[in-house]
């Protein structure tokens, strides 16, 4: 009887030293485990150097994927879409009259409309009030805000087919072939030093 107790003393005791080794062991190797647990950061394309000032946000991820095609509508109801677009530098602006950033950054992106030449820059608003009420005080606010003009989408499907994932305001920059090159979620200044030399990069680059 007593050396079977004893055997049993002997046995828990090696459990438990088993159990701390263990312990011991994670606790050593913790750094390596969450390490190994957090994904990799998305690599950037060179773009990114002009993430700074109010654009510091901006997401310039190295995959280049094409603008979705979507159609959309202009000022008159005609179907749009962005491969007709193709050629020039666009800046796709989603936006609504509820979004209270989303008004008060609309004058720089008048100002930045107006800083190039309509052949080689497009400033695009879309609008994605869900009412015609809504798309008629949109289309009486932009209208304050030339050169930009007014397209819309009451369907409010846009702003998640682009990587903003709905956010709002949202800004999507394309390339001349109509490629996503960079996406900014929230309000910011896109007449600033730091977005003209976004733009200017865009337009360096071969058609």
Same mark, same amino acid.
């Given at each position: 009887?007593?050396?079977?107790?004893? #055997?049993? +003393?002997?046995?828990?005791?090696?459990?438990?030293? #088993?159990?701390?080794? #263990?312990?011991?062991?994670?606790?050593?190797?913790?750094?390596?485990?969450?390490?190994?647990?957090?994904?990799?950061?998305?690599?950037?394309?060179?773009?990114?150097?002009?993430?700074?000032?109010?654009?510091? $946000?901006?997401?310039?991820?190295?995959?280049?994927?094409?603008?979705?095609?979507? @159609?959309?509508?202009?000022?008159?109801?005609?179907?749009?879409?962005? %491969? #007709?677009? $193709? &050629?020039?530098?666009?800046?796709?602006?989603?936006?609504?009259?509820?979004?209270?950033?989303?008004?008060?950054?609309?004058?720089?992106?008048? $100002?930045?409309?107006?800083?190039? !030449?309509?052949?080689?820059? @497009? @400033? /695009? !608003?879309?609008? @994605?009030?869900?009412?015609?009420? &809504?798309? %008629?005080? %949109?289309?009486?606010?932009?209208? +304050?805000?030339?050169?930009?003009?007014?397209?819309?989408?009451?369907?409010?499907?846009?702003?998640?087919?682009?990587?903003?994932? &709905?956010?709002?305001?949202?800004?999507?920059?394309?390339?001349?072939?109509?490629? =996503? $090159?960079?996406?900014?979620?929230?309000?910011?200044?896109?007449?600033?030093?730091?977005?003209?030399?976004? =733009?200017?990069? /865009?337009?360096?680059?071969?058609?």
């Amino acid at each position: 009887m007593k050396g079977s107790k004893t #055997g049993g +003393v002997v046995i828990a005791a090696a459990l438990a030293i #088993g159990v701390i080794a #263990g312990a011991g062991l994670l606790y050593a190797n913790r750094d390596a485990f969450f390490k190994a647990a957090t994904p990799a950061p998305a690599a950037k394309s060179d773009l990114a150097r002009f993430a700074t000032g109010s654009l510091t $946000r901006l997401e310039t991820p190295a995959e280049t994927p094409m603008a979705p095609a979507y @159609v959309f509508k202009t000022r008159d109801g005609a179907d749009a879409t962005f %491969a #007709g677009f $193709r &050629g020039k530098v666009v800046v796709v602006n989603l936006w609504a009259m509820w979004c209270a950033p989303c008004r008060t950054e609309m004058p720089t992106l008048a $100002r930045l409309d107006e800083a190039y !030449p309509d052949d080689q820059l @497009v @400033v /695009l !608003p879309i609008n @994605v009030d869900a009412t015609e009420d &809504g798309l %008629a005080d %949109a289309r009486n606010f932009i209208d +304050v805000h030339e050169p930009l003009p007014l397209y819309s989408d009451l369907k409010f499907q846009l702003p998640f087919e682009l990587p903003g994932e &709905g956010k709002m305001p949202q800004t999507v920059l394309l390339d001349r072939q109509g490629r =996503i $090159r960079a996406h900014f979620s929230g309000e910011a200044d896109w007449s600033s030093p730091e977005a003209r030399a976004l =733009i200017d990069a /865009l337009l360096a680059e071969p058609a």
